[in-house]
């Protein structure tokens, strides 16, 4: 148990801007490890928009509860998902070649094809939650949050990783079975909280989740973290437009 505490630790700390204790005797490959965890962060970063929204929700307007609920989840993370976003875009959209698209996303600086979809993604991302049930929103953030990070484990263990160098480096290692059922299992159980009507959203995750994996396998080879950010922010937007094509 203080292992797998550890592991919990790791990913929160490598995910989040959460102070935490520091760990002892870090050994990077860990963080291969600590994968199967990434979806329980997910789960608390989801728990944090929605309470957020919930308690800003009994003072002030729909549309403004939504965008603090997005502030929390982005304060939490660091801009972490979105910055990987930004990056993957300017590099998918800019580079002719796969050298010139990977040298692209390690550019700090942020170009029109991130500009623009960044923007797109934050604006489709609050147009979509202000039109989901509010009975079920909450429970809704949570899960999104938990699909989209097991999505970008799903990455890590279809895919290489590209770069020689890089903070994901350590992830690159495929990851275990008992670590894939992991990450699996606690992905996917917050949908426990949705009516099994809801359920069917998962299907349009999965198709984005094969689009974009089939991209980044015949452009980059493989992935780089900005990618897992990419794909995070990606399927999460995915969620949130299947839960709304099965209320129409």
């Known amino acids: 148990m203080s292992r797998q505490w550890r592991l919990f630790l790791l990913a929160l700390g490598y995910f989040t801007r959460l102070p935490l204790p520091p760990i002892e005797h870090f050994e990077p490959a860990e963080l291969n490890d600590a994968a199967r965890y990434f979806p329980l962060v997910g789960v608390l970063v989801g728990l944090a928009g929605a309470l957020v929204f919930c ?26 998902h979105e910055d990987g976003l930004a990056d993957t875009m300017d590099g998918l959209g800019g580079g ?12 700090s600086r942020i170009g029109s094809y991130g500009a623009i979809a960044l923007l797109l993604a934050l604006m489709l991302k609050f ?11 909450p429970f809704v953030m949570v899960a999104a949050h938990a699909v989209s990070r097991l999505a970008a484990v799903l990455v890590i263990a279809r895919q290489e990783y590209v770069r020689e160098e890089g903070k994901a480096k350590p992830l690159a290692s495929k990851l275990s079975l008992t670590s894939l059922w992991v990450a699996i299992v606690l992905g996917l159980a917050p949908m426990l909280l949705l009516p099994v009507d809801q359920w069917p959203a998962l299907l349009l995750v999965a198709v984005v989740w094969l689009w974009f994996s089939r991209k980044l396998s015949r452009r980059l080879g493989g992935y780089t973290g900005d990618c897992l950010g990419a794909m995070q922010q990606l399927t999460e937007l995915a969620f949130y437009l299947g839960i709304l094509m099965l209320a129409f």
Do not use: C, N, Y
């Open 55 to 80: 308690l800003s929700l009994q003072l002030l307007p729909l549309s403004v509860s939504i965008v603090l609920s997005m502030l929390a989840t982005v304060w939490l993370t660091g801009v972490f």
């Open 96 to 107: 002719w070649t796969r050298e010139q698209a990977l040298a692209i996303m390690k550019d």
């Open 127 to 137: 147009t979509s939650l202000s039109h989901i049930k509010i009975e079920i929103l």
